[in-house]
């Protein structure tokens, strides 16, 4: 963690925000002043927001290029203290360009030109040399290129030269993208009406699973499935949940969609792991209600497989029929927004998450059962029985759904913000209602490029279900943005570049995808906001939602880091970060290579059921203070070769959670990590946890556990638990009620 920086008198000046100029200093110096409003039109998106920016230098890290494009007036671009400087805007294609507007900090340019270029080597001025002056500055120009930019030649201060906002305005060559009400979502969505006959959706239904029964290649297919209903009440379907499918009401609240026999999940089809539920991956079930047929509901899942806004109109089972057998195990799972009216039976789940929900009873539980905010939850008494409960959940935002209106109109339901949160949120949820002609549904085949254009456009994103290929990175610059996927939607980054990138700005809500990583290392997957910068976000946090990354998977992907998140104030929903420990390409330790899969340096960020597995070094890194965790599940890497090639800072191996030496502040409830060193059983991890100790950082109902006795985690927390296997011969955890 970066020390803090003592501020000298200048930046204290400068951190008090910007000087706009008065009409009749403009008028003096023959200036357009713009005042720039907060939330822009789709139609008043510059061209250049969110576009790649280089400058000639920077003054530190904290002040990069893209601060100046990234349409959030308090982050900025500062050059060293020196003539001359420039900074210029990749805008992608050649535009006509009639409008430049400056937002200059109190180090301004008292000599600059605006320049554009076709290829950003040689250059045209399209303004003659203009004095600069803190505030906002309008230039009216007329000029073209693909390249423009801000070429100073003389400070007027001691110091850089230093912009909040550079941006671009003029006539795009290219077409509006279109919207509709009524989309298009593409030919792996279908969708059901109440006079549907139940014969034809049974047919569909099994198509698409039966299709998967004891195939090699469905774990990492190309294929996608969703199944949506519309209001109404539906006969009898019997829907057997696959890999890569989603079944979804489209009514405003879960009991406006009713299914009268089952969504189910069950062992016995997987190829290769028939026994089993553990591998019962990337499938949801959301927003509606289900009678279910003999008065219980099956979902027998693992990692990747969420439950939303369900209402089980009885009891409800995650485990897998065969629980009895000897070899019905589970390692799900999550559950969230939903009302259970009858018994949930946990059964084989070694651990699961609840979130902000009702039941009517709880039974069961392995190792890690964690409930934040869930009326009706049983006591706290990790770990005999292992419940970790919290009556609420600090901070909670239920993920964006899609619903039709009483006109039959298509629209996105964003639910609000809520503290301190118990029990389900609906009916009559409060939120924002967005029309589908707000944003682009995109399919497979669109280009990166596309998708940037919609979000210069001003549009949200919806991305339908398949595969992505990226070449460039989707860069997420407005505030309030909302980009959601249904049917996991599976983004490929091509060349190593980052798939996902979003601005430190207010209330992006990314949600419902999923990121392979590409066969060229990319540094991340995901980037939410900029090192280095602090922003108070606690009002409307950005928030990521059951969004699920892979390391080796359909492709030999590699990544340094999978998730990286910068932002203060970011709640984290559901992630499941993966590097793969079996794949439809074949995995290893030098070929699927990843470092750590969650990067944490905002504050104050929450993590609401957190997944990570298999990473090489540290597999969470937390260096940013007051952060919360509820709920973590790890395995470590089951493929390291020797002990040698796995040495870390403090000794052997890395730490499955790492809390930087430096917080002073950190909390997480239920946590487990789990050891299968299945390549070489003798490979040891001296800790799962690492820490700093002092009281400020706290841990409860933390575990460890040696999977078969396959290889050794020497204690659980620092240097505090014992060891695993406990003793040789079972499984059995070791367990820290808290630390310290």
């Given at each position: 963690?970066?020390?803090p920086?003592?501020i000298?008198?200048?930046?204290?000046?400068?951190?008090r925000?910007?000087?706009?100029?008065?009409a009749?200093?403009?008028a003096?110096?023959?200036?357009?002043v713009?005042?720039?409003?907060?939330?822009?039109?789709?139609a008043d998106?510059?061209?250049?927001q969110?576009?790649?920016?280089?400058?000639?230098?920077?003054e530190?890290?904290?002040?990069?290029?893209?601060?100046?494009?990234?349409?959030?007036?308090g982050?900025?671009?500062s050059?060293?203290?020196a003539?001359?400087?420039?900074?210029?805007?990749?805008?992608?294609?050649?535009?006509?360009?009639?409008?430049?507007?400056?937002?200059?900090?109190?180090?301004?340019a008292?000599?600059?030109?605006?320049q554009?270029?076709?290829?950003?080597?040689s250059?045209?001025n399209?303004?003659p040399?203009?004095?600069?002056?803190?505030?906002?500055?309008?230039l009216?120009v007329?000029?073209?290129?693909?390249?423009v930019?801000?070429?100073?030649?003389?400070?007027?201060?001691?110091y850089?030269?230093?912009l909040?906002?550079?941006?671009?305005f003029?006539?795009?060559?290219?077409?509006?993208?279109p919207?509709?009400?009524?989309p298009?979502?593409?030919?792996?969505?279908?969708?059901?009406?109440?006079?549907?006959?139940?014969?034809?959706?049974q047919?569909?239904?099994?198509?698409?699973?039966?299709?998967?029964l004891r195939?090699?290649?469905?774990q990492?297919g190309?294929?996608?499935?969703?199944?949506?209903?519309?209001p109404?009440?539906?006969?009898?379907?019997?829907?057997?949940v696959?890999f890569?499918?989603t079944i979804?009401?489209?009514?405003?609240n879960?009991?406006?969609?009713?299914i009268?026999?089952?969504?189910?999940?069950?062992?016995?089809w997987?190829?290769?792991?028939?026994?089993?539920?553990?591998?019962?991956?990337?499938?949801?079930?959301?927003?509606?209600?289900?009678v279910?047929?003999?008065?219980?509901?099956?979902?027998?899942v693992?990692q990747?497989a969420p439950?939303?806004?369900?209402?089980?109109?009885?009891?409800?089972?995650?485990a897998?029929?065969?629980?009895?057998?000897?070899?019905?195990y589970?390692?799900g799972?999550y559950?969230?927004?939903?009302?259970?009216?009858?018994?949930?039976?946990?059964?084989?789940?070694?651990?699961?998450?609840?979130?902000?929900?009702?039941?009517?009873?709880?039974d069961?539980g392995?190792?890690n059962?964690?409930y934040?905010?869930?009326q009706?939850?049983?006591a706290?008494?990790f770990?005999?029985?292992?419940?970790t409960?919290l009556?609420?959940?600090?901070?909670s935002?239920?993920?964006p759904?899609?619903?039709?209106d009483?006109?039959?109109?298509?629209?996105?339901?964003?639910?609000?913000?809520?503290r301190n949160?118990?029990?389900?949120t609906?009916?009559?949820?409060a939120?924002?209602?967005?029309?589908?002609?707000?944003f682009?549904?995109?399919?497979?085949?669109?280009?990166?490029?596309r998708?940037?254009?919609?979000?210069?456009?001003?549009?949200?994103?919806?991305f339908?279900?398949?595969?992505?290929?990226?070449?460039?990175?989707?860069?997420?610059?407005?505030?309030n943005?909302?980009?959601?996927?249904?049917?996991?939607?599976?983004l490929?980054?091509?060349?190593g570049v980052e798939?996902?990138?979003?601005?430190?700005v207010?209330?992006?809500?990314v949600?419902?995808?999923?990121?392979?990583?590409g066969?060229?290392?990319s540094?991340?997957?995901?980037?939410?906001?900029?090192?280095?910068?602090?922003t108070?976000?606690a009002a409307?946090p950005?928030?990521?939602q059951?969004?699920f990354?892979?390391?080796?998977?359909?492709?030999q992907?590699?990544?340094?880091?999978?998730?990286?998140?910068?932002?203060?104030d970011?709640?984290?929903?559901?992630?499941w970060?993966?590097?793969?420990?079996?794949?439809?390409?074949p995995?290893?330790?030098?070929?699927?290579t990843?470092?750590t899969?969650?990067?944490?340096?905002g504050?104050?960020v929450?993590?609401?059921?957190?997944?990570?597995?298999?990473?090489?070094?540290?597999?969470?890194?937390?260096?940013?203070n007051?952060?919360?965790t509820?709920?973590?599940?790890?395995?470590?890497?089951?493929?390291?070769?020797?002990?040698a090639?796995?040495?870390?800072?403090?000794?052997?191996g890395?730490?499955?959670?790492?809390?930087?030496?430096?917080?002073?502040?950190?909390?997480?409830w239920?946590g487990?990590?789990?050891?299968?060193?299945?390549?070489?059983?003798?490979?040891?991890?001296?800790?799962?946890?690492?820490?700093?100790?002092?009281?400020?950082v706290?841990l409860?109902?933390?575990?460890?556990?040696?999977?078969g006795d396959v290889?050794?985690i020497?204690?659980?927390?620092?240097?505090?638990?014992g060891?695993?296997?406990?003793?040789?011969?079972?499984t059995?955890?070791?367990?820290?009620?808290a630390?310290?």
């Amino acid at each position: 963690m970066t020390p803090p920086t003592l501020i000298s008198p200048r930046q204290r000046h400068l951190r008090r925000g910007r000087v706009v100029l008065s009409a009749a200093l403009a008028a003096a110096l023959g200036l357009t002043v713009a005042s720039i409003a907060g939330t822009a039109s789709a139609a008043d998106v510059p061209l250049s927001q969110g576009k790649p920016a280089t400058a000639s230098s920077v003054e530190s890290a904290a002040f990069p290029a893209s601060n100046a494009v990234d349409g959030n007036t308090g982050t900025r671009w500062s050059s060293t203290f020196a003539d001359p400087q420039w900074l210029q805007v990749d805008l992608g294609s050649s535009q006509s360009i009639s409008q430049v507007v400056l937002n200059w900090e109190a180090a301004y340019a008292s000599a600059f030109t605006i320049q554009t270029s076709a290829n950003g080597t040689s250059w045209t001025n399209v303004t003659p040399v203009t004095t600069g002056q803190a505030g906002v500055q309008t230039l009216n120009v007329t000029g073209s290129g693909r390249y423009v930019r801000m070429s100073g030649t003389t400070r007027a201060t001691p110091y850089g030269y230093s912009l909040w906002e550079f941006q671009v305005f003029g006539t795009t060559t290219t077409p509006t993208l279109p919207t509709s009400d009524t989309p298009d979502f593409g030919s792996n969505v279908r969708i059901f009406e109440p006079g549907t006959a139940a014969s034809t959706i049974q047919s569909a239904v099994d198509s698409a699973f039966n299709a998967q029964l004891r195939s090699p290649t469905a774990q990492f297919g190309s294929q996608r499935h969703v199944f949506l209903f519309k209001p109404g009440t539906y006969g009898r379907v019997w829907a057997n949940v696959g890999f890569y499918t989603t079944i979804a009401g489209l009514g405003l609240n879960p009991d406006d969609v009713t299914i009268n026999g089952a969504v189910n999940v069950d062992s016995g089809w997987n190829y290769g792991d028939e026994k089993n539920a553990t591998q019962n991956f990337w499938r949801s079930m959301e927003n509606l209600s289900i009678v279910p047929e003999g008065g219980t509901n099956r979902w027998a899942v693992s990692q990747a497989a969420p439950m939303r806004r369900v209402h089980i109109k009885g009891n409800l089972t995650l485990a897998p029929s065969n629980q009895d057998g000897g070899q019905g195990y589970s390692s799900g799972g999550y559950l969230a927004d939903s009302i259970v009216d009858g018994v949930v039976s946990s059964g084989s789940q070694q651990q699961w998450y609840t979130r902000d929900s009702r039941i009517t009873r709880w039974d069961g539980g392995v190792w890690n059962m964690v409930y934040s905010g869930v009326q009706g939850a049983p006591a706290n008494a990790f770990p005999n029985p292992p419940h970790t409960t919290l009556a609420t959940t600090p901070v909670s935002r239920e993920k964006p759904y899609l619903y039709v209106d009483n006109a039959g109109l298509y629209r996105v339901f964003v639910p609000a913000l809520r503290r301190n949160s118990a029990g389900a949120t609906w009916p009559n949820a409060a939120g924002t209602s967005i029309p589908m002609r707000e944003f682009y549904v995109a399919k497979p085949g669109d280009s990166a490029a596309r998708i940037n254009q919609a979000l210069a456009q001003g549009l949200n994103l919806f991305f339908t279900p398949g595969t992505y290929t990226l070449n460039d990175t989707i860069r997420v610059t407005r505030a309030n943005t909302v980009v959601t996927g249904i049917g996991f939607p599976t983004l490929i980054p091509s060349g190593g570049v980052e798939a996902l990138n979003i601005a430190d700005v207010d209330g992006v809500k990314v949600s419902g995808l999923t990121f392979d990583a590409g066969t060229t290392n990319s540094p991340t997957l995901l980037t939410v906001g900029r090192a280095g910068v602090h922003t108070d976000h606690a009002a409307n946090p950005i928030s990521l939602q059951d969004v699920f990354f892979r390391i080796g998977s359909s492709v030999q992907g590699k990544a340094t880091t999978t998730l990286a998140v910068h932002s203060d104030d970011t709640i984290i929903d559901h992630i499941w970060a993966w590097r793969a420990d079996h794949g439809g390409a074949p995995t290893g330790w030098t070929v699927n290579t990843g470092d750590t899969g969650v990067l944490v340096n905002g504050d104050d960020v929450l993590a609401t059921g957190l997944f990570v597995e298999h990473y090489q070094k540290y597999e969470v890194i937390w260096n940013g203070n007051r952060g919360k965790t509820i709920f973590f599940q790890n395995e470590k890497p089951y493929d390291v070769p020797n002990q040698a090639a796995w040495i870390g800072p403090r000794g052997n191996g890395y730490a499955a959670y790492k809390v930087a030496d430096a917080v002073t502040d950190h909390q997480l409830w239920g946590g487990g990590s789990y050891a299968y060193f299945n390549v070489n059983p003798a490979v040891r991890v001296d800790r799962a946890f690492e820490v700093p100790n002092r009281s400020g950082v706290q841990l409860r109902s933390v575990l460890t556990v040696s999977l078969g006795d396959v290889g050794t985690i020497a204690n659980v927390v620092n240097d505090t638990g014992g060891a695993v296997p406990n003793p040789a011969g079972n499984t059995t955890p070791r367990n820290v009620i808290a630390y310290p």
